[in-house]
């Protein structure tokens, strides 16, 4: 278990001015434990790229309160008031970016595509400032490959080796992800022995997985709840 | 807006949609359209990463690991299955969305969209709604005639900022059905008992009529 | 089991002058039936896409001998000779495409993407008459999508949906090309019900697929062979 | 070539591969290396789609379906998985593979690699020998010192068609191990008895050395 490291070292992990990648798609999928962890380290300018900033005072939400974030790039922040609050006030910048868009640039990012041409958003206020070009008599606008220092992410088991599967919908952001992060960190519930998951069944395959966390939350009415907060 | 006037709406665009079809349904009235599908069998697809949405589980099966784009608990129906965001906007904007039904701030008379949003206001969300409008082979907005304020929902020229090049196919309200195309927007149905100088009166754009009413 | 077609449906769907998106590397994920179906067609001009053109009378290598084939479009020929002697011959148009940039080309055409940019080829002979761009410092190229008009792929099973499971690398090209055609036709070893194959297990869902056809391959010792010359 | 010189390049790339890389290997003598491995644990990642590349099966576990990118039939080990064309060149391109152990017709003095097509020759494949050429982080050449015309792989410059901007690490062959850098080729360690001046004889581009050799 090689890959297995305390929530304590992402302390070692992360860099003041790092942009971090971190699954999730609203509270599913979320890497609850490594967030908690983040909230509590004293970076400062971070970049982070997720779908949402969680919610009010929940998932990355609770970053909002620590000063660490300068920016944050992402599908759909509308459901945060607080993420809507700190972009007013000038203390966080926004880049609002289509859903799909998002996820294939990070995709790019782990596939060493520098850019794509999509029709999604040409001719809209999201694609001023990128160029435009027509293929095939219909106009297509390029987007650039993200890629992170870290990438933050969540799977519901791994194998000793790190491959990782994800529970039902919590998959979302987190496999691209973990293609395009420097370094790449899998909070888990679980760690089975190599060879127990099917070579069907590894969604993100162990060459992606840099080090494996263990959650500190556990499902309870099939609501994720801090372990360590339960009565 | 009544519930019952939702509920029309949905109804209405029940009726649009075949078995067999892939479906993607948006925030608001569209969520609505499951409750009235009858025996058509049509797959919905939910852009978090899921073809084969089932309903609201009861209490107890209830996995927040499960959950609809709207991020509500949900269910899989038989057949389904699970991808990642990649994949799933693979399917979307790749044009393997039979359907997309999805709510509107303005349509214009040539079927262009305004969803994501209002001028003036704090624009920090969009979603998945330009990768739909960009991607899905049909698309019907679901839209009460006139928002909040009174002002027509299909209008001229918008006024808000689109959603892209993709056009509407057809924009169901509680009083009307439209049809768009290069010529403009056509009445094809009427589901209140306005009359058409009334529907035109409460409406923005100038539309043809397909059937002769007073 | 509405998608389930008999193979000899395959004349009504596939037109002279078509591109055709073919799965398999060398032998591996082939549609072997579809491709017999196909050799006794009399269809001309067809573009076949596919990363080999079979090997010598194997797989795709019979059509090199029906006429049928305008241009095969790949990343290795060499392994069949015949391929070879036809393309020397000048009966039949060539266009080399490295294996990765193959997959990702169709990849885009089924996911609604114009084009990429990727450092593959970059600098060689592959890349003549291809737009170069530089993005941080490093050479790329500019690649198109790839659509087809049918494509033929092999899975092992489907559901009576159409979802899709393939055998193990016989997966391959198969899935992108699933994606990727106008007309999908899936042939396939077994039609299980729907809800046999778990949500995780699907490797391609049904909504790619249009048409399904039984296999008249069996397997003998790990080797397919036609069900129909076996003593 | 004996095939005791292509077993001496074979354990010697095996040298510089550690536990835990996840290595690509090309086809000829690149195959040979699982055999020399020892105890290290390296994972072999194949582009038709398997991480995790085990050695060939017994003929009664032959499945067609299993293959090598040398078209094979494999195993899989402990923790492999399978994945599509697409997905797999996103993990070589995308730098996900420590190691690739290539083939090679010539290579230049800083690295740059010539290993898909003879000129005059016809240039029918390819496969996925610039996908690794581009993609992997470490580019190890194993491959005879001479061509079978007695013509030197190491040159001053490519006279075959380059395979792009990637840059072998290192080349290895039956007489030295050399390693390329912005500065040109340097030998690190000779592996049969050539004096310098005899294997730079059979050389075609200059080297420097790292060691004292007479």
Same mark, same amino acid.
């Given at each position: 278990?090689?890959?297995?490291?305390?929530?304590?070292?992402?302390?070692?992990?992360?860099?003041?001015?790092?942009?971090?990648?971190?699954?999730?798609?609203?509270?599913?999928?979320?890497?609850?434990?490594?967030?908690?962890?983040?909230?509590?380290?004293?970076?400062?300018?971070?970049?982070?790229?997720?779908?949402?900033?969680?919610?009010?005072?929940?998932?990355?939400?609770?970053?909002?309160?620590?000063?660490?974030?300068?920016?944050?790039?992402?599908?759909?922040?509308?459901?945060?008031?607080?993420?809507?609050?700190?972009?007013?006030?000038?203390?966080?910048?926004?880049?609002?970016?289509?859903?799909?868009?998002?996820?294939?640039?990070?995709?790019?990012?782990?596939?060493?595509?520098?850019?794509?041409?999509?029709?999604?958003?040409?001719?809209?206020?999201?694609?001023?400032?990128?160029?435009?070009?027509?293929?095939?008599?219909?106009?297509?606008?390029?987007?650039?490959?993200?890629?992170?220092?870290?990438?933050?992410?969540?799977?519901?088991?791994?194998?000793?080796?790190?491959?990782?599967?994800?529970?039902?919908?919590?998959?979302?952001?987190?496999?691209?992800?973990?293609?395009?992060?420097?370094?790449?960190?899998?909070?888990?519930?679980?760690?089975?022995?190599?060879?127990?998951?099917?070579?069907?069944?590894?969604?993100?395959?162990?060459?992606?997985?840099?080090?494996?966390?263990?959650?500190?939350?556990?499902?309870?009415?099939?609501?994720?709840?801090?372990?360590?907060?339960?009565? | 807006?009544?519930?019952?006037?939702?509920?029309?709406?949905?109804?209405?665009?029940?009726?649009?949609?075949?078995?067999?079809?892939?479906?993607?349904?948006?925030?608001?009235?569209?969520?609505?359209?499951?409750?009235?599908?009858?025996?058509?069998?049509?797959?919905?697809?939910?852009?978090?990463?899921?073809?084969?949405?089932?309903?609201?589980?009861?209490?107890?099966?209830?996995?927040?690991?499960?959950?609809?784009?709207?991020?509500?608990?949900?269910?899989?129906?038989?057949?389904?299955?699970?991808?990642?965001?990649?994949?799933?906007?693979?399917?979307?904007?790749?044009?393997?969305?039979?359907?997309?039904? #999805?709510? !509107?701030?303005?349509?214009?008379?040539?079927?262009?969209?305004?969803?994501? @949003?209002?001028? +003036? =206001?704090?624009? /920090?969300?969009?979603?998945?709604?330009?990768? #739909?409008? !960009?991607?899905?082979?049909?698309?019907?907005?679901?839209?009460?005639?006139? @928002?909040?304020? +009174? =002002?027509?929902? /299909?209008?001229?020229?918008?006024?808000?900022?689109?959603?892209?090049?993709?056009?509407?196919?057809?924009?169901?309200?509680?009083?009307?059905?439209?049809?768009?195309?290069?010529?403009?927007?056509?009445?094809?149905?009427?589901?209140?008992?306005?009359?058409?100088?009334?529907?035109?009166?409460?409406?923005?754009?100038?539309?043809?009529?397909?059937?002769?009413?007073?």
């Amino acid at each position: 278990m090689s890959k297995l490291i305390k929530r304590t070292e992402l302390s070692n992990l992360i860099k003041d001015g790092d942009t971090l990648l971190v699954g999730g798609f609203g509270l599913s999928g979320t890497p609850f434990t490594l967030i908690d962890e983040l909230a509590k380290l004293d970076k400062k300018k971070l970049t982070v790229i997720s779908n949402n900033l969680g919610e009010k005072d929940k998932g990355l939400g609770i970053l909002l309160h620590t000063g660490c974030l300068k920016k944050a790039v992402g599908s759909y922040f509308t459901s945060n008031r607080d993420a809507v609050n700190e972009w007013s006030k000038g203390n966080l910048e926004i880049e609002l970016v289509p859903q799909g868009t998002l996820a294939e640039r990070i995709r790019c990012g782990g596939a060493g595509i520098a850019g794509f041409y999509t029709k999604t958003a040409a001719g809209t206020k999201l694609a001023e400032g990128k160029e435009e070009r027509v293929f095939d008599g219909e106009t297509y606008i390029l987007e650039k490959a993200i890629k992170g220092d870290v990438s933050l992410i969540k799977a519901l088991k791994a194998d000793t080796k790190g491959n990782l599967v994800y529970d039902h919908t919590g998959r979302n952001f987190n496999p691209v992800m973990a293609t395009a992060g420097k370094i790449v960190i899998a909070e888990v519930q679980e760690i089975v022995e190599a060879g127990e998951l099917s070579p069907y069944e590894i969604t993100t395959p162990h060459v992606y997985v840099d080090y494996l966390v263990m959650s500190n939350y556990v499902k309870v009415g099939g609501r994720y709840v801090d372990a360590g907060k339960q009565n | 807006m009544t519930q019952g006037s939702r509920i029309k709406i949905a109804k209405r665009v029940a009726q649009e949609l075949s078995d067999g079809d892939t479906v993607n349904l948006g925030v608001g009235i569209p969520t609505l359209i499951p409750d009235y599908l009858g025996d058509k069998k049509v797959d919905l697809q939910s852009e978090n990463g899921l073809l084969g949405m089932g309903p609201t589980p009861d209490d107890e099966n209830i996995n927040m690991d499960l959950i609809s784009a709207s991020k509500h608990p949900i269910t899989m129906e038989i057949g389904a299955s699970i991808f990642d965001s990649s994949d799933s906007f693979v399917m979307i904007r790749g044009g393997h969305i039979d359907v997309a039904v #999805l709510g !509107a701030l303005q349509v214009d008379q040539f079927g262009e969209i305004a969803n994501w @949003a209002i001028p +003036g =206001k704090d624009i /920090l969300g969009v979603g998945g709604a330009m990768d #739909l409008v !960009a991607g899905a082979r049909r698309i019907i907005i679901a839209s009460t005639h006139q @928002a909040k304020d +009174g =002002k027509p929902k /299909l209008v001229e020229k918008l006024t808000f900022p689109t959603s892209g090049n993709g056009r509407a196919d057809m924009l169901v309200t509680e009083h009307a059905v439209f049809q768009f195309s290069a010529k403009g927007t056509e009445l094809i149905e009427k589901l209140s008992d306005l009359s058409l100088e009334e529907l035109q009166k409460i409406t923005g754009a100038t539309f043809t009529c397909r059937f002769i009413d007073k």
